[in-house]
Every structure is written in structure tokens, then in C-alpha cells.
């Protein structure tokens, strides 16, 4: 199954790069699986084995075109069908069926499985696609539910592009989800429809469970993370109760993942184990088995991690019932190579990605790992097996998060001997307290120790999180130094195996060179001079780069500016930077000063216009930054201008204003909302 994945893989990657006039149409693509079929039927007959490197290469070729058909099938927005290509302009108003919901600090999104457009004259036709929809909602409006029914009528427009340099692509995400398109609906702009308000079984089953854990644990971060670790429902937990499970490395408990699964089929197991059956009974458990992990797979949203933990468990129930043995990593690979065949989107889902390779490190590393010591307890063997698996996890993920994430928690091993196992005892304790519930039983004692569980779990992730050195971040690693870490960690689990010291010294040089590599950036970052003003949503920041260090002028949040700035700041291999008020008075070495309205750095004079604290612009600057939706006119412009630069702190009708402005005047305008973060080097 490794052997077949592979050139699947490759094709779903080759499809998704190029572009569909480079790759072959769908017509094409059928006459040329047909024809690689008819080659691989007439190779399979032969009896000799000497053709076998024509009948390999006939394998992989139609396993490569299906990946390039079905990652070219997932193009939904090319298909006639789509609500895009039935022309936009004159769409009056959109009906759909809800995927998705989540609350947000100034409106309710919501993924909408597009069914039906409504057209001048009133007139519906059919639609498909999907469609994010920002709905803003008024106190006496009911919020809207997965599987309902919406009606929206607002201006649909593309996803918008990236804005800040080296930031969270969300338009790429929401591309590899099938979403092209966003609409905002006011609050007259939307309703339910009333007709189709029925809820499907899982989605109310889905509902009692949260009911369950409202109605017997305390509000606040003790429901929000049983709600996350039993049902996988992530949108009541707080910015902090993230940041601290993220910064100790137990953040994937916090959605129901392979290790829940997992839980729940020992759990099953054990259960049927206690019964002695016979072979047909035993099918008929195994049955049981496999329904009840799908349908829990259901119920916590079907995400990436559980969706190959249950496709694993599956392949092994088959194994157990036709009584045949089973290789793991045929297994992982045969699970992979299902969903990719079926999504083939989820090559490029982080979820998905982490899963894996989490698992193909805990197969491949932990038993040379466990056996590096023996234990003299029980006590201590459980520890050390525990932790032993962590660290395996780590060696095969780590890299990946790096690329990710840019930081590495350095206690992932303590907060492992700790999640690990309460997180087991909390899904356990969160169905015991479902199945009271549906039986009309007391289960308000179940509720009390699953809630003194969850906070517990809660107070230590926090403790681990305050050690000191936590969190090691800063890291930048681009595409190809981490492919170079995986083909070490590689050539090193095939030195472990084989035993051979040629494999540890290939894997000893690749490491030398991938760290050499990383010298020329070091050096280059020591001269590197740049001004970058981000594009912030009712906020300015920007940073002044001199070398490792940066100036940083901003009065954001500190959510929104990390979302803005920090992966960029770690790209320059920025030591430190230091953070100061609009309009302070100060001199930065010997080439940077700043007063209220000017900063002066080397030859470059930039100009500020700040609304908020009525700065009028300097009489003489080369740049200037508008900010706070400045009252300002053509006579107010200075001499010499070269650019006028409008940030994300200035309303729709401000940009719109200096927009024309500086057309009359024949100066050029970066508008960030628009443009993306201004960037001068």
C-alpha cells in the first residue's frame, strides 16, 4: 500500500500545482486511464514475470492519472453548475444548506452548501457550490444550526487574497475546503427557512451530547474543553485556554482525534471481552465495533485525525473478522490512500498531515526508543512507555509544527504523561454521563467527577505552560529544509533497522549540510533594512528592521498584530524588537529619528497623519502614512510626495476619498485593505 499511495500522491500534488489548461481535461484524462487500464489488464494476464517493470510502471501511471483526475474533479468553482458561473450581477439572493457554524466577535460565520439562486423576476435555478457567509445578528434573531436551511441575499465577492507578508493564507485554506467566495448579510439580509428546519440524526444526537455537558458542568473553560475533547467542538474555548495547551504541546486534545478513537475501540473491546461469544456473535460485535466508532466519528464532526483513526480501526475489524494478520504500515497507508481517493484536498490539511506522520513516527521510532531502557516497576514502565511515545511522536511531527507554527514546546513529554491519560478518563466519563442521560438516569454524580477531572487537567497544562523556557520560538523554516529534516529523520529510522553505519553516516552529512545551509540567511539578516506598515482591521502597525532588531509602532491588540506581523518578524530572524507609541519623540542609533508627525531614517523622510490626535501631515516628506481617518486635503498634501500609503485604521469612505484625491493629484496610493501590507526595503 506504501508502494501504491505514493504515485497517488504525486498526482494529487501535480494537479493541484498546475493549472487546469496545463493538465489534461477530463475527457483526455479518461482515454488515458483506459488505455493504462487495458495495459495493466493485458500485463496482469501473462504468466511470466518478465514483463513485471511494464506491469509496475502501468500500476503507477493510472494511479498517477487518477490523482490528477480526481484533484482536478475537486475544482468545484469550474463546474457549470457553480453559482459563480451562473453569473453573479444580477443574483438576487442565494438558498443553502449549512456546514458549518461559528460565532466571531462582530458576526456569525456560516458555510453554506449553495442549492439554489433566485434571479431577476424572481426566478430560482438550481446551484451548487460552497459560500462563507458573514451574517451580522440582532439580539431577538434565532442563531442558525447545522443542517438547516438559509436564505441570504448580500454582495458575493472572492475570498480576499493574502494581506500580510508571510501571515495565515486563509483564502488558500478556504480554497482547499472548495470556498471560493464570501458574502456579508445584514440583519435583514438573512433568515431561516422554515419549511426545512428538520435536523439529521446524527446532528441532533450531536446536539443532545452538548446539551448533556451544558446541562451537568460549570460554565466557562471546565464546559469549553470537555466540550472540545469529548465532542470536538472548539468555538466556546477561549484565546488563553488555546495559548496554554499549544504552548505545552498537548494541543491536540483539544479536538477529538486518532487518540479518542482509539480510547473508544479499547473501551469497545474490552467490553465484548467479558462476554464469551461464539463465531457468529463475534461478527455481530465486531459489527457493533465498527458502527459505533463511525457514528462517533460522526457525532465529533469528522475531522481529518478521526476520520484515519476510524478508517484504520475499520481495516483492522476486517482483518479480525475473516481471521487474517495485518501489517501496520499496510494499514496507515491503505487508510491515507481511502481518504485521498475520496478528498483528495486533504494531501494539504494540517490535521491530516499531523496524524499521520504522528503515527508512522510512533511505529517507527517508539519500540527503538522504549528499548533504549528497562524499567524496574510497573509504575515507572507505564511512565517511560508513555513518554517514549510522546518523543516519537515529536521526532516525526516536530518538523512539520516548526514549519507551521514557528515554535517547538520543549515539555511535550510532561504534558503527555498528563493529557494523555486524563483526556482518555474524561471521553470515558463524558459517554458514561451520555448514556445516563439518554436513559432518564441520575447522572449528576458522573457530571461532578468529570468536571473535577477537566479542571484539574486544565490547572497542570496551565502549570506546565509557566515553566520557565516553555515554549522555544522564532524558528522560519522554508519548504525545503523541511523536506531535508524528514529525509534525515528517514535515512535515520532506516539506520536504526538495518543496523548499517553507511545510513547513520548518510543521515550524520545530510544534517551538516542542512545546517550550513542556514548560515548564508544568518548573514544576510545582519544588513537587512526594511519598513513594513501591516495591515491591521482598525488598527496601524508597523515595524522599522535594522539588522536583527525592529522598532515596532502599533496600538493593536496583541492577537491581531501576531496574526499580522510575528511570522514575518521570524522569517528576518528578528532577535528582538521593541514596541512604542504613535507619535513618541525618540532617536533609534544614528539613523532613525522620530517625532509626532516625521520619522526621519537614513535619506528617507516618512510623513504621519493621525485622525485620532489630529496630527497634520510635516510640510516635507517623501512617503506619507494616513491612520485614524484623517481630515485632510489636496492643499494639505506636502511637496515632493512620492507615495501616500492608507492604512487598515481608516474607514471604507476614507480610502475612497484619498483614493480620488490622489488621483487628481497624479500621486500614487498603497491602500493596504486592498494591496496588502506596504513594504519598502
Not at 293 to 310: E, H, S, Y
Request: charged letters at 15%; glycine letters at 8%.
Amino acid at each position: 500500500m506504501p508502494r501504491l499511495l505514493l504515485p497517488l500522491a504525486m498526482g494529487i500534488g501535480l494537479g493541484d500545482w498546475c493549472s487546469r489548461s496545463i493538465c489534461l481535461s477530463g475527457k483526455m484524462l479518461w482515454i488515458f486511464l483506459g488505455i493504462l487500464l487495458l495495459l495493466f489488464l493485458t500485463m496482469s494476464m501473462r504468466q511470466s514475470f518478465r514483463g513485471r517493470a511494464w506491469f509496475g510502471t502501468g500500476i503507477f501511471l493510472v494511479l498517477f492519472g487518477m490523482g490528477i483526475l480526481r484533484i482536478q474533479q475537486n475544482q468545484f468553482w469550474q463546474t457549470p453548475k457553480h453559482f459563480s458561473q451562473q453569473g453573479l450581477s444580477d443574483t438576487l439572493g442565494i438558498w443553502g444548506k449549512i456546514l458549518d457554524t461559528r460565532p466571531g466577535p462582530n458576526s456569525f460565520r456560516v458555510v453554506l452548501k449553495v442549492k439554489a439562486i433566485q434571479k431577476p423576476k424572481k426566478q430560482w435555478q438550481e446551484s451548487d457550490g460552497k459560500l462563507m457567509v458573514y451574517l451580522k445578528v440582532e439580539k431577538h434573531q434565532r442563531l442558525p444550526q447545522l443542517g438547516q436551511h438559509l436564505y441570504v441575499s448580500g454582495i458575493v465577492d472572492e475570498t480576499k487574497p493574502l494581506l500580510n507578508p508571510d501571515a495565515f493564507d486563509y483564502k488558500a485554506y478556504l480554497t482547499r475546503q472548495g470556498i471560493y467566495h464570501q458574502a456579508f448579510a445584514p440583519p435583514d439580509g438573512w433568515r431561516i427557512d422554515s419549511m426545512h428546519t428538520a435536523l439529521p440524526l446524527t446532528l441532533r444526537l450531536q446536539k443532545f451530547c452538548l446539551y448533556a455537558l451544558q446541562k451537568y458542568l460549570p460554565a466557562g473553560d471546565t464546559y469549553a474543553v470537555g466540550a472540545a475533547l469529548i465532542m470536538g467542538e472548539r468555538s466556546r474555548l477561549s484565546q488563553e485556554v488555546k495559548q496554554a495547551y499549544s504552548n505545552s504541546g498537548a494541543v491536540h486534545v483539544l479536538s477529538v482525534s486518532g487518540l479518542h478513537v482509539g480510547v473508544l475501540a479499547i473501551v469497545l473491546r474490552w467490553i465484548f471481552s467479558w462476554v464469551s461469544l461464539g463465531k457468529a456473535a463475534k461478527k455481530i460485535s465486531l459489527g457493533l465495533e465498527l458502527i459505533s466508532i463511525w457514528l462517533f466519528t460522526l457525532l465529533t464532526g469528522a475531522a481529518p485525525a478521526t476520520l484515519r483513526a476510524a478508517v484504520m480501526f475499520s481495516l483492522i475489524i476486517g482483518s479480525r473478522a475473516l481471521v487474517r494478520q495485518y501489517n501496520i504500515w499496510n494499514i496507515l497507508a491503505a487508510s491515507a490512500f481511502a481518504l485521498l481517493c475520496w478528498q483528495p484536498n486533504l494531501l494539504w490539511d494540517i490535521g491530516f498531515q499531523l496524524s499521520f506522520l504522528a503515527l508512522g513516527g510512533i511505529v517507527g521510532f517508539q519500540p527503538w526508543i522504549y528499548e533504549r531502557w528497562t524499567a524496574p516497576n510497573a509504575v515507572l514502565d507505564y511512565i517511560w512507555k508513555l513518554t517514549s511515545v510522546g518523543i516519537a511522536a515529536q521526532l516525526s511531527t516536530g518538523p512539520l509544527s516548526i514549519y507551521y507554527f514557528h515554535q517547538f514546546p520543549v515539555f511535550f513529554w510532561l504534558s503527555g504523561l498528563v493529557a494523555v491519560p486524563l483526556s482518555g478518563l474524561v471521553l470515558v466519563l463524558g459517554l458514561i454521563l451520555f448514556v445516563l442521560e439518554s436513559m432518564h438516569l441520575p447522572a449528576s454524580w458522573v457530571g461532578k467527577i468529570l468536571a473535577f477531572f477537566i479542571e484539574w487537567l486544565n490547572r497542570l497544562i496551565t502549570a506546565i505552560q509557566e515553566l520557565p523556557y516553555a515554549v522555544a520560538s522564532g524558528f522560519w523554516w522554508e519548504t525545503v529544509a523541511t523536506l531535508g529534516m524528514y529525509a534525515i529523520l528517514v535515512l535515520l529510522c532506516i539506520a536504526l533497522y538495518r543496523r548499517k553505519l553507511s545510513w547513520m553516516n548518510a543521515a550524520l552529512s545530510l544534517l551538516l549540510i542542512w545546517g550550513l545551509a542556514h548560515w548564508p540567511n544568518i548573514f544576510k539578516s545582519q544588513k537587512q533594512r526594511q519598513l513594513i506598515c501591516y495591515h491591521v482591521p482598525k488598527a496601524s502597525v508597523m515595524d522599522i528592521v535594522q539588522g536583527r532588531s525592529a522598532l515596532v509602532f502599533s496600538n493593536a491588540d496583541t492577537i491581531p498584530e501576531t496574526m499580522a506581523a510575528q511570522n514575518h518578524r521570524y522569517r528576518l530572524l528578528l532577535k528582538t524588537w521593541h514596541k512604542v507609541e504613535w507619535g513618541t519623540s525618540l532617536q533609534w542609533g544614528t539613523s532613525l529619528q522620530a517625532n509626532q508627525n516625521l520619522l526621519i531614517w537614513g535619506r528617507l523622510k516618512i510623513g504621519l497623519c493621525d485622525g485620532a490626535t489630529a496630527t497634520q501631515a510635516p510640510s516635507d516628506c517623501d512617503f506619507l502614512l494616513l491612520r485614524n481617518n484623517p481630515r485632510i486635503y489636496p492643499e494639505d498634501l506636502p511637496k515632493g510626495l512620492k507615495k501616500i500609503i492608507v492604512d487598515g485604521s481608516n474607514r471604507f469612505g476614507t480610502r475612497r476619498w484619498v483614493r480620488n484625491m490622489a488621483k487628481e493629484k497624479g500621486i500614487p496610493l498603497h491602500d493596504t485593505a486592498e494591496e496588502g501590507a506596504w513594504i519598502l526595503n
